[in-house]
């Protein structure tokens, strides 16, 4: 035992978020599992009466993963990374203890509210904004909440430079504040008309403004969260697991500054052939293409991070897991940006190509970096080794089997779909009906939901594996300085 | 101003906007590595940050908190 007049880092909000971010990725990608079944075997919508219908569960899906197990993560590899990196412990501010509890508690309470009325299809019906606005404001609050937990950690750190994790954290924080904020601005009817229920909404924007609008919010969450906050972690976990410095601290800054800048423009590559100005989709199309630079110095500085010493990567699972993260994060940066091309998204667009997409950065690069750093913090978090390194292994195999088969189910789904929609006969008629291409593509949604089980799947080993860690693994004396120790 | 004007003023704004780009760029390149060469910032030494990041490790560069300043101020 430390006498008491030693400072510790202090980890029991990165706990509680930690045990979050499996609760909602339990619920969010179960839910996804089932709605992606759904679409394979219609019949499953009639299990639950209006509750069980895949329009009322697909924003709890989005949402849960989303809102649920990305952002957990995102908050508890804040709550530890925020004080190792900056050399000062939360339990050295007993205000700053108190704002990070209660950032944790108010967030669940939200959440569940979310949950609650998502279920009962009380809904904006703006994807991944459906929340209404009582809802929004609670957002907000638990947002500012942890504004004030990082610039006042920021505030009392002993490490000048803010190593740059820190900056992709304060990025998430301001990007989303701006997006959410400007994207939410809504009319509360009941109040202003008498219509409604109290708590109901429309958008403060109409028509094709309101489609620029939430296409600025919806691929700047991606930037922002899905990009920024994880490219955080990782710069964190990658070297200090592996012992190895970041390849090029400048090329991390420069990367850094070009994502800032560029990602904001490229949103227009949501909205090809819509209604929007055709210069703002040109200007999408290009900035995606541009895209490609910052998005792949990040990566690439990843892997290089990694030069010399990859015999790690057989050695060690959780090597394994992070370089997975970040080449699948090249992958789906590259993807993008071939889909943003007006000719290719004409094709892409509306298909089943695009959550192919999606889910490549989302179960590649999101789930296994968060899945990573909770097994890098859970030794050091409860002073145990990881429970059992063979189970690592198996759940690294079967969650990639998993997102091989999502995506190329999804690809090929995709662009079959597309080319029947667009087929015509010698005299110009269509020559397929919507319902040819549904019955065409069943197969392959059988595929894709049985890729998105065996993540599930993998998931509930991970769970298993952190629940063993936190409860019956040998503990350790001192905290581990590289690799986390783990037992067969 | 008709639409050819239009056009050939967006074209030169277009491409004067682009050079600008690049230039902050490649300026921001030559300024990184121009502050390690003479010794203004090691860049480089700050990937410690995530390495050496026990609380009992000395920090890269030290910052002393507000109140142990005021401290060793009245001292
Ligand atoms: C250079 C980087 C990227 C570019 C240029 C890009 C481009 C695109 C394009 C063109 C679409 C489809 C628009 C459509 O036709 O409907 C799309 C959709 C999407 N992408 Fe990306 N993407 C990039 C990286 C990523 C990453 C890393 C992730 C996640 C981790 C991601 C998540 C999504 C999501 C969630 C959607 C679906 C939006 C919807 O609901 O329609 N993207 N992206
Ligand atoms: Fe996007």
Known sequence: MQSSNVINYDYSVAKLFSYAAILFGIIGMGIGVFIAYQMAFPELNYLAGEYGTFSRLRPLHTSGVIFGFMLSGIFATWYYVGQRVLKVSVAESPFLMFIGKLHFWLYMVVMLVAVVSLFAGVSTSKEYAELEWPLDIG????????????????????????????????????????????????????????????????????????????????????????TVAIIAQIYYFLPKESGQPVYSYKLSLLSFWGLMFVYLWAGGHHLIYSTVPDWMQTMGSIFSIVLILPSWGSAINMLLTMKGEWGQLKENPLIKFMVLASTFYM???????????????????????????????????VGFMTMAAMYHMAPRMFKRELYS???????????????????????????????????????????????????????????????????LIGFFIFTYNFYKTMTASKAIENEPQHASPMAA | MDMETIRELQAYGYFFFTVFLVLILYGYVYHLYKSEKIGRRNYEKYADIALNDDITDAPVEKIEPIEEQKQKEEQ
């Not at chain 1, 998204?345 to 950065?361: E, K, R």
């Not at chain 1, 089997?401 to 662009?415: E, R």
């Not at chain 1, 020559?431 to 059988?446: A, K």
């Open chain 1, 389 to 455: 390194k063979k189970l690592m292994e198996s759940q690294f195999w079967i969650q990639t089997t998993g997102i091989v088969l999502y995506f190329s189910s999804m690809w090929i789904a995709g662009i079959t779909q597309g080319m029947m929609w667009r087929a015509t006969d010698q005299f110009g008629n269509l020559s397929y009906s919507f319902i040819d291409t549904v019955t065409v593509l069943i197969p392959y949604y059988v595929i894709r939901a049985t890729g998105g089980l065996l993540y």
């Open chain 1, 331 to 365: 992958f789906s940066t590259i993807e993008g940006p071939i889909q943003s091309i007006k000719s290719v998204n004409a094709l892409a667009h509306f298909t089943d190509w695009i959550p192919g997409h999606v889910h490549d950065g989302t179960l590649g690069w």
């Open chain 1, 139 to 226: 957002v907000v609050v638990v947002w500012v909440l942890w504004g004030v937990h990082m610039f006042g950690l920021i505030g009392i750190r002993r490490e000048k430079t803010l190593y740059i994790s820190v900056w992709y954290y304060i990025a998430t924080f301001l990007g989303v504040a701006m997006l959410y904020l400007f994207n939410n601005m809504e009319v509360p009817t009941y109040f202003v008309a008498g219509m409604g229920k109290w708590y109901h909404s429309v958008s403060m924007y109409a028509g094709t403004n309101d489609a620029l609008v939430q296409w600025w919010y919806g691929h700047n969450a991606v930037a922002f969260i899905f």
